[in-house]
């Protein structure tokens, strides 16, 4: 059983004659088996004959070895090679420079972003005054809005008793986040003053670990536990530093 298989370029210099005499009856015996590969070789055979005939004509002195019938077709075939690999260089540099743009891209963003902003955003829009009413769930018992966060949130950590602090929890709203749905806790104290209490699944761009930043007069208190990050925002007042000392990132609050 013949398994050779020979290339376009046997074929050619096969064609031309110009194969290798340890190849010749490989591809003979191949093109006595395949018809179609048989007709190709004698279609490249023709070309050959009319190029030769179209300079039978020409004086020796103006036709150069470079009009060679099978120097013509092998120098086509070189510049067509040359040719894919221009285009698979241009397609890898696009390729890497996109690649590079979009790392580029990351790191910017990363300069800029800052941690738990959807949460200080979350306390601006519902924790004012005139806001805090604007809730999905108006409960003041804790294990009733327990219940509302499992319902949206797998393993949520338990909600945290801000009672010591005078901050008592009034009700519950669904966020959305770039990664899913994120929810807020208010409280509120006696003199209603609002904190908020914010989790949200992570970012596969932004995995922060735990700190606080400062926005004007809101502090954001930021921490990862199990599944979710989580925050506290609260304004700068003498009722809400006990609280703000006593939120430690990184550690789970109970």
Known sequence: MNSYLPTEHDLH?????????????????HLAAHPEAA????????????????LEHVPVSASPARLDPFRIRREIRSHSRRQWGIAASLLLTLSL??????????????KTYLPMADATQAYRMFASDEQASMVDVRD????QLQHWLDRHFVQAAPLPDFSAYGFKPVGGRLMASDKGPAAMVVYQNGDGQAIVYYLRPP??????????RREG????????????????????SPQTLPLQRAVEPGRPLS
Not at 13 to 29: C, F, I, N
Not at 39 to 54: N, P
């Open 13 to 29: 210099a096969y064609a031309d004659g110009q194969l290798e005499p340890s190849l010749r009856d490989s591809v003979e015996r």
């Open 39 to 54: 007709r190709h070789v004698e279609m490249l055979k023709a070309e050959a004959q009319r190029l030769r005939a179209a």
């Open 97 to 110: 420079g996109a690649l590079g743009g979009w790392q580029w891209r990351d790191i910017d963003m990363r």
């Open 140 to 143: 003041d018992d804790p294990q």
């Open 203 to 212: 970012g596969e761009l932004f995995n922060f670990g735990s700190g606080n």
């Open 217 to 236: 007069k809101l502090l954001t208190q930021y921490w990862r536990a199990g599944r979710y990050f989580y925050a506290v925002v609260s304004p700068d």
